[in-house]
């Protein structure tokens, strides 16, 4: 066996966040990282928090839940094994070591033997099998965490404390899974229970720093401070409990609404900052702004290449081409955010900067490539036709992962394409339900999202590799992209491995599968008094509440 740890599958070069709870860039004068020595224990200790979110979770249980911003809210209440540091290394969490078989095929992990669910319920070897074993026997409900474990054939619980985690094959992406909140673990009596725990409440127990009290439908979700917790990440800011007693997340998804939250008062921090209300918190006093890490993937159009009209290439590239993507991003975002060249984002190392400059906003071949496609007709509203249908691909956006303006940066692709090239870019707010069935049974057609893994070849996989999110149901992908991603998984990190990364980002865009848009970037506000905001690296998200605490002598 291997006793030491791996190379990180992915370094990420963000050094302006160091801890998973701790504040990053962009702060009023009044940030401080991790609670002042000298500071007396009441000032640090206690209070509660409000946070005003955008979006409200579809699904609270981690093995179901496919939602970005549903992910930090429910690593409130959901550990892991490991946790992913920002230089894309691990630290130990509810597993204290590791070691990794010579051949790759087995993971042993040593687990802390003082760990329970907030149900009473010890974590233990039988509770890592019983949660694995779920998601992989309810693969129909839980294929985004089921997806993570491709590789994996089962858990061996060597003693009570110690599990092997046995694989079909090598899998240079296995840690990164394991340090997601979607293999994270739920109390083996709440999973026999078999209550729906999407819905949330107290029947969901895991062992994080928090329970999960109450949730309101449409209105907030209620957390409070686990008094035992004592197995925070070996790269928490703090150890022991977290230090507010109580956190609670409404959903608030106009950003009018949440802008007026925090001015007056209502709410002590906010996401989803507009660009056009940085302004009311930037350098104001009692307030600061925290810009989160660039996005580790991009917020991308993915094309479904498999059926008409965008099975034609031709198509597909007057899409990707038939619009000025910066003027656009600029417009919506007012220079917050970096338009995208890839689906990955500009900030991880095995991202291909030699994308940039190498697509979009060429009309006139956009142009040329549907007249020789032969969509050359209009109909009474310009839109192109051919054998008398129209020229129209449809976006396909489920409401609960709207967010960010992102539907109206389509609305705008959606305006250039109609009038530059006339093709009719048609977007339909589906539901989470809609969508789940259209993937379940590979009819869909563009799908707009990002996508949480920070590792490339799992991004890779899970948007374009054949059992990944978005393809496991469609029967024939292209089988060279499908064969690199594969291999790119089995491959140990590695100046090898990333040219093979950069060159499954440039068929992707090449073929146009995907038209990525813009890098996403969270924007937090808060009152001066809150500290220690900050943004979990496997997450690329907001990190949850736990060493976030209120300086009450300014309150």
């Not at 917020?299 to 031709?314: G, I």
């Not at 190498?358 to 006139?364: D, E, I, P, T």
């Not at 339909?428 to 590792?455: C, E, H, L, M």
């Not at 496997?538 to 009450?552: E, M, R, T």
Request: hydrophobic share 40%; aromatic share 10%; with cysteine.
């Amino acid at each position: 066996m291997n006793q030491k740890q791996p190379a990180p599958l992915s370094v990420l070069a963000l050094p302006i966040f160091v801890a998973i709870g701790v504040a990053i860039s962009g702060c009023s004068k009044s940030e401080s990282a991790a609670p002042v020595q000298g500071v007396a224990k009441q000032a640090v200790s206690g209070g509660e928090l409000t946070w005003g979110v955008t979006t409200e979770p579809a699904c609270f249980d981690p093995h179901r839940s496919s939602q970005q911003n549903a992910f930090w809210v429910i690593r409130n209440f959901i550990d892991s094994l490991i946790s992913k540091r920002t230089d894309g290394t691990y630290a130990p969490w509810l597993a204290k070591s590791w070691s990794i078989a010579d051949d790759g095929k087995s993971y042993t992990f040593n687990l802390r033997d003082d760990v329970r669910f907030t149900d009473g319920t010890p974590f233990n070897g039988e509770a890592v099998k019983a949660n694995f074993d779920y998601i992989l026997k309810n693969v129909s409900t839980t294929s985004a965490s089921a997806s993570l474990l491709v590789n994996f054939d089962r858990v061996d619980v060597v003693s009570p404390y110690v599990v092997k985690l046995v694989m079909k094959q090598p899998d240079s992406t296995t840690l990164e899974s394991l340090s997601s909140v979607k293999l994270g673990f739920i109390s083996p009596k709440a999973l026999a229970e078999n209550k729906d725990l999407c819905g949330g409440g107290p029947g969901i127990v895991g062992t994080g720093p928090f329970v999960f009290k109450s949730y309101q439908r449409g209105q907030q979700a209620t957390f409070e401070r686990n008094p035992d917790y004592r197995w925070a990440p070996g790269n928490a800011a703090h150890q022991g409990p977290a230090y507010l007693d109580r956190v609670t997340y409404r959903f608030l998804p106009e950003s009018a609404v949440r802008t007026g939250a925090l001015s007056s008062g209502q709410v002590d921090l906010i996401e989803g900052v507009q660009p056009t209300d940085i302004a009311v918190f930037d350098k104001v006093d009692g307030f600061q702004y925290v810009r989160g890490p660039s996005a580790t993937t991009s917020f991308t159009l993915n094309v479904n290449y498999t059926v008409a009209p965008a099975s034609d290439v031709r198509v597909r590239r007057a899409l990707r081409d038939g619009f000025d993507l910066d003027a656009i991003v600029k417009s919506v975002y007012l220079g917050t955010v970096q338009r995208a060249w890839s689906n990955i984002g500009p900030d991880n190392p095995d991202y291909n900067r030699g994308l940039a400059g190498s697509w979009g906003n060429n009309v006139a071949a956009a142009n040329r490539l549907l007249d020789e496609a032969g969509w050359t007709a209009r109909d009474s509203e310009g839109f192109r036709t051919k054998d008398g249908k129209r020229l129209s691909i449809e976006v396909g956006y489920p409401q609960p992962y709207v967010r960010d303006s992102r539907d109206v940066l389509i609305r705008a692709v959606q305006s250039a394409l109609r009038q530059n090239i006339g093709l009719d870019l048609h977007l339909r707010i589906t539901t989470a339900g809609d969508f789940a069935n259209q993937k379940a049974t590979g009819v869909w057609f563009i799908y707009p999202n990002t996508d949480n893994p920070s590792d490339v070849a799992m991004e890779l996989w899970d948007m374009l590799g054949d059992k990944g999110f978005l393809y496991s149901a469609i029967p024939n992908p292209d089988a060279t992209i499908v064969g690199q991603i594969n291999r790119s998984r089995l491959m140990p990190v590695g100046d090898e491995r990333r040219k093979l990364l950069g060159e499954i980002q440039k068929r992707a865009v090449d073929e146009a599968f995907i038209v990525p848009l813009f890098a996403p970037v969270y924007h937090l506000a808060a009152k001066s008094t809150v500290h220690g905001i900050g943004f979990e690296p496997q997450l690329d998200g907001p990190a949850s509440a736990y060493d976030i605490w209120i300086d009450k002598r300014g309150a």
